[in-house]
């Protein structure tokens, strides 16, 4: 079945990082997504990673796949209060390339 | 801006009237998708075009959605007799699919209000 789970919120100090983490299902998914909701707004793709890979560094963003247990996680380093955003992971379904997203993990930063 | 874009940005509308949604994808982009998000949800799939054909169709989509792409470009989401259940966001995303690595870049979503 399609299904990604993902914490609901995370609350952090500014200059601490935060790890989000996200569970899926889909065995068969190829690439894996973190996008980034800012209220009122649409989706901004902030990195993604290959099944493939266990590791993804990218700035202050690093994903980590430990694909045994269908585990994601991003991890923000320094995060900011800028960073305060709603954050979902999804997976690439195998046919026809749609999106499954998990319902979003609300990161607080706070100063 | 070269980005998707969406009109209207906001709706509101009366239950049992229709609606019409517009999205432009990024120019050259031959996938078309579309996903709608309710409150404190992640976004759900509703269909998705390749070119012209619509490939797919989530159990989602009731027979009161429709959606096209008629020339391979710019696509429009219709809901007929709508209902309150269909407050949500609607979002388009593009992709240059072309099978292995697929970003979608999203658009910044129709905001539908059904009173």
């Known amino acids: 079945g399609e299904d990604v789970e993902q914490s609901l919120f995370l609350s952090v100090r500014e200059g601490d990082s935060s790890v989000i983490n996200c569970t899926y299902t889909?065995?068969?998914?190829?690439?894996l997504y973190w996008y980034k909701q800012e209220p009122g707004a649409g989706l901004q793709l902030l990195t993604y990673i290959f099944s493939n890979m266990d590791m993804k560094q990218d700035q202050r963003l690093t994903v980590l796949l430990n694909k045994k247990d269908k585990h994601l996680s991003l991890r923000i380093a320094d995060t900011q209060t800028g960073d305060s955003a709603i954050y979902f992971c999804a997976e690439r379904y195998n046919q026809g390339g749609k999106l499954i997203f998990g319902q979003g993990t609300e990161l607080s930063v706070k100063p | 801006d070269t980005g998707v874009s969406q009109d209207p940005r906001h709706k509101i509308t009366k239950r049992g009237q229709n609606v019409t949604f517009r999205c432009d994808p990024i120019s050259e982009h031959n996938r078309l998708y579309w996903y709608r998000q309710t409150l404190g949800q992640g976004p759900e799939f509703l269909t998705y075009f390749q070119n012209e054909a619509q490939l797919e169709k989530s159990r989602l989509l009731s027979d009161r959605f429709s959606a096209e792409r008629p020339k391979g470009s710019f696509s429009t989401l219709e809901i007929q007799r709508t209902e309150q259940g269909d407050s949500a966001m609607y979002l388009c995303?593009?992709?240059?699919?072309?099978?292995?690595?697929?970003?979608?870049?999203f658009g910044p979503g129709t905001r539908l209000l059904v009173l």
């Open positions: 889909d065995s068969s998914s190829t690439y």
């Open positions: 995303a593009s992709s240059s699919g072309t099978g292995g690595l697929e970003t979608q870049y």
